[in-house]
């Protein structure tokens, strides 16, 4: 469902909808949730984010929170969750939400009603690794959003996002995700750990400053023990929009605190 997830998100960039990503509140939902708002916000969509409250909500897509957010939205886009959502889903179709859903978790037997289901677990699914995490589908899906705007001349008169900027947190959620460290997995946590080292991502910094994690020599073994589990803590004791914040900011200050 690559294609049909490009087409209507160029269609909401185009139209100016309001998109709203909806994503679990652990390292994978953070992190995935925050590279799809960069991305496209880079690109000129107006996007924001909804993380539930595991106190209050717990995990998943909720009844509540859809009628909230089909006030003010068009295009919803679950990531880290939403695969065996099929009642939420259907829920939000009548309340006139168009659904984009963007997970890895086991595929159930009837597929949640969406304009596009991303998961390389459907059995139909040509991806030969099927062991991404969330942020690693939300990866693939803007490589191919941005492929899809070059073609079509968008980036001629604007400019074009690096998307390799965005593999720092591939590679934090990969490894916290604990999905198989290997194939395309491997490629992108090399590739995410030799970005960290460029120091871009403010709000990463500011966390491997405070894990006393060398900015230069950050492994796998630093994702997995240091950083990580400070962005699921957030999750678990407060709410963990804080954490997607950090990871978008690029204001130093507001880092820091």
């Not at 294609?3 to 160029?10: C, H, M, N, V």
């Not at 859809?66 to 695969?83: A, F, M, P, R, V």
């Not at 934090?172 to 460290?181: F, G």
């Not at 630093?222 to 999750?235: K, Y």
Request: with cysteine.
């Amino acid at each position: 469902d690559s294609a049909k997830a490009t087409e209507r998100l160029i269609e909401a960039i185009n139209k100016d909808e309001s998109i709203v990503v909806y994503g679990d509140y652990d390292v994978d939902g953070v992190c995935s949730s925050a590279l799809l708002v960069e991305n496209i916000r880079k690109l000129g969509g107006r996007i924001d984010y909804y993380i539930p409250d595991r106190r209050v909500e717990g995990y998943g897509i909720h009844h509540e929170a859809l009628e909230k957010l089909s006030e003010d939205h068009q295009l919803l886009i679950t990531t880290d969750c939403g695969i065996t959502a099929v009642d939420e889903l259907n829920f939000a179709a009548e309340l006139g939400l168009e659904v984009i859903v963007v997970d890895h978790h086991q595929v159930p037997e009837v597929l949640p009603p969406t304009v596009a289901c991303l998961n390389p677990q459907r059995p139909d699914c040509s991806f030969p690794f099927k062991g991404l995490c969330a942020a690693g589908v939300a990866f693939m899906v803007v490589v191919g959003l941005r492929r899809h705007l070059r073609e079509r001349g968008w980036f001629e008169d604007r400019p074009e996002p690096d998307v390799r900027t965005l593999l720092d947190i591939v590679a934090v959620a990969t490894v916290a995700d604990m999905v198989p460290l290997e194939h395309t997995n491997r490629i992108l946590v090399a590739a995410g750990l030799k970005e960290m080292t460029k120091g871009r991502r403010v709000g990463l910094g500011a966390l491997i400053g405070v894990a006393k994690v060398d900015p230069q020599r950050v492994s796998a073994s630093d994702l997995g023990f240091r950083i990580g589990p400070r962005i699921n803590a957030r999750g678990r004791l407060s709410h963990a929009g804080a954490a997607v914040e950090l990871m978008l900011t690029g204001d130093p200050d507001l880092a820091s605190r």
